[in-house]
């Protein structure tokens, strides 16, 4: 039996893998979702109202990204192309972590160590991209909210430190290691010689694009745009280091 027909997606959270004419139509509006949505927005209204602006904003792009990424056909778009998932990952930790870090207060994560989150950050996004755990995060709803809150708490962790911690060169180095790694995994997703993702290999022609073109697509956003945000800290925290050593000589 061809693997791909094997694969049973009645378990996926964000349902079958869609076509191009029907995904428009694939919002999810599944009800534990949108309580879960509409309790975070009334927390962070009752927690921030007093808070300053920024990090007012900053959990206002966080909860508007969050609708974006489970409640559009974003969701069930990531079902078919693992570029998509891939992506939707990038966001999570690479957009919607971060502003969550500046949501809490400026206090947290000044005097806290670089090298756990980036460790245990690291761990996970390898350990959700490992084929055997990613596949099995379709057979479930609880594996795959397990991913999607281990890679937004141990990146929200890793962030916080990053833009928070008075040892600048310690951030930048951390940054830089992030960096290397995602990197690293993107150019294995794209050097592969062969599809790796049993539950994409048949939910990809619809879109143009044969598995192994998507995991290929996948490794490039993985490779080039996710890191550009770290490497934009990188050059911040190196330029801070270097004036604080300036100011030190002077």
């Known amino acids: 039996m061809d693997p791909a027909s094997a694969f049973s997606f009645d378990m996926s959270y964000c349902g079958l893998p869609p076509t191009p004419e029907t995904l428009l139509g694939r919002w999810n509006f599944e009800p534990i979702l949108l309580i879960v949505l509409a309790l975070s927005a009334l927390a962070g209204f009752v927690l921030l109202h007093q808070a300053g602006r920024r990090r007012q904003l900053a959990f206002a792009s966080a909860w508007l990204l969050a609708v974006l990424l489970f409640v559009s056909p974003v969701c069930a778009l990531s079902v078919a192309l693992f570029s998509v998932r891939v992506g939707h990952h990038i966001v999570l930790t690479m957009a919607l972590a971060p502003l969550l870090a500046l949501t809490l207060p400026a206090r947290w994560g000044a005097h806290a160590s670089s090298l756990p989150p980036l460790v245990i950050s690291t ?67 794209v050097f592969a010689p062969s599809p790796l993702y049993l539950p994409h290999l ?33 050059l911040w925290r190196l330029a801070q280091a270097l004036r604080s050593e300036q100011a030190v000589a002077e």
């Open 123 to 189: 761990l996970t996004l390898w350990l959700w991209h490992a084929p055997d755990f990613y596949t099995a995060a379709f057979t479930h709803p609880a594996l795959y909210w397990l991913m999607q809150v281990s890679l937004i708490g141990s990146f929200t962790w890793l962030w916080l430190g990053l833009l928070r911690s008075h040892a600048a060169m310690a951030a930048g180095i951390s940054a830089l290691s992030s960096t290397i790694q995602m990197g690293l995994l993107g150019a294995l997703l």
């Open 202 to 234: 048949g939910s990809t022609l619809a879109f143009g694009l044969s598995p192994l073109e998507d995991q290929q697509l996948a490794g490039l956003i993985m490779w080039v745009p996710a890191n550009l945000p770290l490497l934009v800290l990188v």
